[in-house]
């Protein structure tokens, strides 16, 4: 278990899960993928990721493109190379 990753995926999904209650559908998919994230650190993630991992993208797109939230952009971003470094796939 990786605590420092864990704190990183706690923080983004704090920021997230609000938008995904409010049907916020980027903030739905990126709430999937953290919380697979979440559960593979914790080594109880299903056998299979939900697709390919998208939510840095999404996240780009939704909070520093369009938006005003680089910081969490940057938060999401991170999370997704750290665990796609973990699955092999960087």
């Known amino acids: ?3 420092a990753l864990l704190e990183k995926i706690d923080a983004a999904l704090a920021d997230i899960c609000p938008m995904a209650a409010q049907s916020f559908e980027p903030a739905v ?3 999937r993928q953290l919380t697979w994230c979440r559960n593979f650190v914790l080594g109880n993630a299903p056998e299979d990721r939900p697709g390919l991992f998208s ?3 999404i996240a780009v797109r939704e909070f520093d493109m369009y938006g ?3 910081e969490l952009a940057a938060l ?3 999370i997704q190379d750290l665990v796609q470094a973990r699955l092999g796939l960087r």
């Open 76 to 78: 999401v971003n991170d």
């Open 55 to 57: 939510m840095g993208l």
């Open 68 to 70: 005003d939230r680089s």
């Open 1 to 3: 278990m990786d605590k």
């Open 29 to 31: 998919s990126i709430e």
